[in-house]
């Protein structure tokens, strides 16, 4: 194998460990549920720390590594992962283990944005980036939507304590890979550290999430509550217009402008959304509600990994001759009747009946992954890719938070679960518009002239 081809394959390997770990966490919740005698709400933050810690570091460590170099942080991060994993294996209560998710997610966070911009400068050749794209996005789907079976296999034959462990070997493996063959790389000039635009990412995503989390337990109108999405409203306020005003942002709010770009972050938390709160749903469902054990529940979500991943195949080749438009609108259609079945699915629901609604739910997943990452990649000049990078996996992070926590404060609240499914069709739907008005040829003309400004603008 090249050189090239044993880098993408260590970036694979990174985006296997994180990917799993989310998806592998899901299955295992009702055991880890009866073990630390979790509530649903406790078993939303299991998921959600560290998918909302990932959230809100991203842009910190695509900016990091454009300084200090991407090999460097790209080890630091797969060391404080495998550190995490074999903690969270090793936590005595629930609030142990959220804490130690929140520090594999801070080892995490290094991780998806950093392989991308090392993958996009492997790669620069606009052709075959979308080719490596393409097959990032089937190696990342394939993990994530693998998660539970493998998770199933371990939970079912070593306890749910093993869905963390098995990180360590293949970071240590990764870590190996990126010394010998990753060459290391760091922008020409990179941006200031933002210190302010951090905190106000933090006191955004972090309050929203938490809010939505805690509302069914203390009440919608309580002062927490209330208090959480105030904060999380300033300072989202506050974070466009200080970084608008800043000749190096956290956050380039400027990029923004460009249709295209805004369409694929939009599109990328509305995906996300949907693909969070199937997780979450679909665990609760098979495990709680049909009564199956881990493995068994784990076995049937097979055809949506299998149909992920050989999507996210086939739509990194449409994207490299066709454009984004094709697979986007696929995309959205896809999810939104998959995710419409099983709003129609019961407790004696038939297996054929699910596997379909799974079957089209992942292949939707599958073509949506390329067309957002090489849209978000094209919208910062490529000496700013971890940044670029950074913001495209912030919107599919804090689209999988987000997710899990809606679809569980409706199941707390006691709301039918057809609802939550309907919630997350309309996330599908609403891809669609989205996907057709940021491919369109106004959007990418505006997208090319905000691309070059954000290059005068860098340099």
């Known amino acids: 194998m090249e050189t090239r081809g044993i880098v993408l394959a260590t970036c694979c390997l990174s985006v296997v460990v994180a990917g799993l770990d989310t998806t592998i966490a899901n299955v295992a919740l009702p055991s880890i549920r009866q073990s630390l005698n979790a509530p649903v709400s406790g078993l939303q933050w299991v998921v959600d720390a560290y998918v909302l810690v990932i959230a809100t570091l991203l842009l910190f460590a695509g900016s990091v590594a454009d300084r200090f170099g991407r090999r460097r942080v790209f080890q630091t991060g797969l060391g404080l992962f495998s550190l995490g994993s074999l903690l969270c294996g090793l936590a005595p209560s ?3 283990l959220v804490a130690f998710r929140a520090l594999q997610a801070v080892g995490g966070a290094m991780l998806n944005p950093v392989a991308m911009s090392i993958v996009a400068t492997t790669f620069p050749e606009p052709k075959e980036r979308a080719r490596a794209v393409g097959t990032w996005g089937a190696v990342a789907g394939l993990g994530g939507a693998c998660g539970p079976v493998l998770g199933g296999l371990l939970v079912s034959g070593l306890g749910w304590r093993s869905i963390f462990w098995v990180n360590v070997p293949i970071g240590l493996l990764a870590i190996g890979l990126a010394q010998r063959f990753v060459p290391e790389s760091r922008a020409a000039r990179a941006r200031r550290f933002d210190p302010l635009g951090q ?10 999430t938490a809010a939505v989390i805690e509302g069914p337990r203390h009440g919608w109108a309580s002062p927490l509550v209330v208090g959480l999405f105030v904060l999380a409203a300033v300072s989202v306020c506050g974070l466009v217009l200080t970084e608008s005003r800043r000749a190096e942002p956290l956050v380039d709010v400027r990029v923004f402008r460009s249709p295209a ?5 939009v599109i ?3 995906v996300l959304t949907a693909v969070g709160g199937f997780l979450f749903l679909t665990t609760l469902y098979l495990q709680e509600v049909r009564g199956y054990r881990a493995l068994h529940a784990g076995l049937l979500t097979i055809p949506m990994a299998a149909a992920g991943a050989v999507c996210a195949t086939v739509s990194g080749r449409v994207v490299a001759a066709r454009g984004a438009r094709l697979p986007l609108v696929l995309a959205g259609l896809l999810l939104t009747v998959g995710a419409g079945l099983l709003a129609g699915s019961g407790p004696s629901t038939g297996a054929g009946y699910l596997v379909l609604a799974y079957l089209l739910f992942g292949a939707g997943f599958g073509l949506a992954g390329t067309p957002m990452t090489t849209a978000a990649l094209a919208g910062l000049p490529r000496d700013q890719a971890g940044v670029a990078g950074a913001i495209a996996s912030t919107c599919r992070q804090t689209g999988g938070a987000i997710g899990v926590a809606v679809c569980g404060s409706l199941v707390a609240s006691g ?12 996330c599908g739907a609403a891809t669609v518009p989205l996907g057709l008005l ?4 106004r959007a990418r003309y505006s997208g090319g002239r905000s691309s070059e400004q954000a290059m005068d603008v860098a340099r």
């Open 94 to 96: 629930l609030g142990a």
């Open 199 to 208: 905190l106000l990412v933090v006191t955004f995503l972090g309050p929203v």
């Open 261 to 265: 770009f805004s369409g694929a972050a």
């Open 268 to 270: 990328a938390l509305l």
């Open 415 to 426: 709301v039918p679960a057809a609802t939550a499914w309907t919630v997350l069709a309309g």
């Open 438 to 441: 940021s491919t369109g040829r």
